[in-house]
């Protein structure tokens, strides 16, 4: 299975269809969230009907929480807080991030990460399990000048995935180890940056940039 990975737009798809292009054929896509520049939600409909393949996306913090409604209606699969499998692989998402200091609009408490997390892996995980989330976990592809600004509480979970596919910081572009689990941020789609994953026996992650 070969799946394009995309996050952090903000509105602006100019570089989608290179990155499409880039990618060549493909089983799948994974939107990490911050579709938009803090909306307007029906924009997400322009993205989502760029792709011929499935679509998996959640939102970002920069993203008003009303864009879950669209894509509930739209041809896209919402993944925030649900899960979807295929044969014996498990996506699970989890949209928004934790707490920043700008009070965006789409924010979620540690608490109400854990549960929806702890939730999704009761109730549909698979032999591989994969974490679509906006928010890197706490310590990895999370760093800013000021320190590690990730989620606590998603890295409370890392060691129960094989894959963890985020964004969110954008500085931090890139992918990290934690024993068995891996973790890519695959950057800003917006600036032509995006992620190419090969599941097979094993997990391949190729950042691309076009």
Request: hydrophobic letters at 40%.
């Amino acid at each position: 299975m070969k799946i394009l990975a995309l996050s952090d737009l903000h509105g602006d798809f100019s570089k989608v269809q290179a990155l499409i292009e880039h990618a060549g054929e493909i089983d799948g896509v994974l939107i990490s969230g911050d579709i938009t520049n803090f909306g307007p939600d029906k924009d997400a409909l322009e993205l989502i009907n760029m792709f011929d393949v499935p679509v998996l996306a959640i939102p970002g913090n920069c993203d008003q929480p009303g864009i879950l409604d669209v894509l509930d209606n739209s041809n896209a699969i919402n993944l925030h807080k649900n899960c979807y499998s295929i044969g014996d692989t498990s996506f699970m998402g989890l949209g928004g991030s934790n707490s920043t200091p700008f009070n965006t609009p789409f924010e979620l408490t540690d608490e109400d990460i854990e549960e929806a997390i702890d939730g999704m892996l009761n109730s549909c995980s698979g032999i591989r399990n994969i974490l679509l989330s906006h928010a890197p976990p706490y310590g990895y592809v999370d760093e800013l000048s000021v320190g590690h600004v990730g989620s606590h509480a998603i890295a409370r979970f890392m060691n129960r995935f094989d894959l963890i596919v985020c964004g969110h910081i954008h500085e931090a572009r890139g992918t990290a180890m934690s024993g068995g689990t891996t973790i890519v941020n695959v950057g800003e789609a917006s600036q032509g940056y995006g992620a190419l994953i090969i599941l097979n026996d094993s997990i391949c992650v190729e950042l691309i940039k076009v």
